[in-house]
């Protein structure tokens, strides 16, 4: 597999972000978490479960709570589009609202890094694109030895854009938009950024606000989730027009499906993932 890791200038405040933002998320995310349980508890008769001492819970969040979240904190604080378009609202709006209005989603989806960070001037655009082994589909049972050795395929690609000086977002204290995507590649001989053959089901921005005092109604960071960045067909086929280019999708999502917990982790259990609504779906695992 080809590493495609760019950092160019300035990279590194991309890499401190993201550890910054990992932080308030272990700060901001609620878990439950039990006492030892008793000799005599059900789950240490659990598959799966004898030797956990511990159950931690991520709160999975309700459809409710996320649509409350989009249109009663999102939108009014940010002045971002309204309570009643925000949830029929896609990513390039997103975009616009920085002052990227000329980036499509179909970009997004099929731009190598250095492509990303040449579509606005010297710094506005931080992008990389890497490996991240601790991170996988945890969801399939697997098989005593896998058919391509044993590994995990899972591959973030990391935006940073700041706020272009004249547009929304900074006219309303946003500083910066970090954007995450995750992608998949089933095979060991595959080229993960094949932007033809995989796609990003789950795309996460985090906005952060430029400077202080905080409140409850001015909060540091906002969560958001989009779904594929580009138009994908039942079979999961990319759709393209007549002149084979990509159709740009990425509408706003109220949830996504991971395996958060230990118990959706557990291989003896081999449950499906579950469903994760925001905001309380940015678990820093996910990151």
């Avoid at 939108?75 to 975009?95: C, G, K, R």
């Avoid at 179909?106 to 890497?130: C, K, V």
């Avoid at 996988?136 to 697997?142: E, G, H, L, R």
Wanted: glycine share 6%; net charge negative.
């Amino acid at each position: 597999m080809r590493s495609d890791i760019i950092l160019h200038q300035g990279g590194s405040l991309l890499v401190v972000a993201l550890l910054t933002l990992t932080g308030l998320f272990l700060a901001y995310e609620t878990c439950r978490v039990t006492d030892d349980l008793p000799s005599n508890h059900p789950r240490r008769e659990t598959p799966g479960h004898r030797f956990q001492l511990k159950q931690f819970q991520v709160e999975a969040g309700s459809e409710d709570a996320a649509k409350t979240y989009y249109q009663q904190t999102v939108a009014p604080h940010l002045q971002f589009l309204t309570p009643d378009t925000i949830l029929n609202s896609t990513v390039m709006e997103l975009l616009e609202y920085f002052g990227y209005g000329q980036v499509t989603a179909r970009e997004l989806h099929r731009s190598a890094s250095n492509d990303l960070m040449q579509l606005s001037g010297q710094g506005d655009i931080l992008a990389t694109r890497f490996f991240a082994p601790k991170i996988t589909d945890v969801a399939d049972k697997p098989v005593e030895i896998p058919d391509g050795g044993f590994g995990w395929r899972k591959l973030f690609k990391l935006l940073r854009l700041k706020a272009k000086a004249d547009s929304a977002a900074a006219n309303n204290g946003m500083e910066s938009l970090l954007f995450l995507q995750n992608i998949f590649e089933k095979t060991v001989q595959g080229d993960p950024f094949n932007a033809a053959q995989n796609v990003s089901k789950f795309n996460q921005p985090i906005v952060v606000r430029k400077e202080g005092p905080f409140s409850a109604t001015r909060q540091p960071i906002y969560f958001w989730t989009y779904g594929p960045l580009v138009k994908v067909e039942n079979q999961g086929q990319l759709v393209r027009d007549p002149n084979g280019n990509f159709q740009d999708e990425g509408k706003l999502i109220l949830s996504l499906k991971a395996t958060f917990d230990e118990e959706d982790r557990d291989p003896e259990t081999n449950l499906a993932p579950k469903e994760y609504f925001g905001p309380r779906l940015l678990h820093p695992m996910s990151w």
